[in-house]
Antibody
């Protein structure tokens, strides 16, 4: 079964850091681009960033709202993609999803992990 | 950035109704558009990719059309399990963006 499982969500103070992880199973992880998408409470979906595959040199893209603060990395040997989040603020409070890219769409989503930034 | 304007943002419909949602892009995105369904507390699910391709296993009552800047998502006969929020996403250029969502509720 193709599956993505996120972890690492927590309550963190403004200015703090957090690392989210997404572990894949059921497919050849190294072949795929992986995205992070978030959803603030009661709001719509917001794309956060992308990790390309090895063929494309593991390059990354980020939304302007997180660029310079968030970093996506992946470890194909562990079938995982991480989201390192620094300098967190209350606007980063959201459910964070990882997703697999296929045919120019996110065809598989994780269940999400909740990040709350509050003092 | 490419803005996606979804309309309506909310619609009330009955089982069996035909439902149409529009997604307009602020600039041309060819067919790089996907449609997702999301139920409360759950992750989104892909329904349509490249504007009109139905993901395997998705019921045929769901369809998508359009290219360039105007896109349409249709449910031909609304079923009880279809009451959810539907969102479009453009994957033509960075930053990728989503429409604001359309909540489909029971009339």
């Amino acid at each position: 079964e193709v599956q993505l499982v996120e972890s690492g969500g927590d309550l963190v103070q403004p200015g703090g850091s957090l690392r989210l992880s997404c572990v894949a199973s059921g497919f050849t992880f190294s072949d795929y681009y992986m995205d992070w998408v978030r959803q603030a409470p009661g709001k719509g979906l917001e794309w956060v960033g992308r990790s390309r595959n090895k063929v494309n040199s593991y390059t990354t893209e980020y939304a302007a709202s997180v660029k310079g603060r968030f970093t996506i990395s992946r470890d194909d040997s562990k079938n995982s993609v991480d989201l390192q989040m620094n300098s967190l603020n209350t606007e980063d409070t959201a459910v964070y999803y990882c997703g697999r890219l296929l045919n120019n769409a996110v065809d598989v989503w994780g269940q999400g992990t909740t990040v709350t930034v509050s003092s | 950035d490419i803005q996606l304007t979804q309309s309506p943002s909310f619609l009330s419909a009955s089982v069996g109704d035909r439902v149409t949602i529009t997604c307009r892009a602020s600039q041309g995105i060819s067919s790089y558009l996907a449609w997702y369904q999301q139920k409360p507390g759950k992750a989104p699910k892909l329904l349509i990719y490249t504007a009109s391709s139905l993901k395997s296993g998705v019921p045929s009552r769901f369809s998508g059309s359009g290219s360039g800047t105007e896109f349409t998502f249709t449910i031909s006969s609304l079923q009880p399990e279809d009451f959810a929020t539907y969102s479009c996403q453009q994957l033509k250029s960075y930053p990728l963006t989503f429409g604001g969502g359309t909540k489909v509720e029971i009339k």
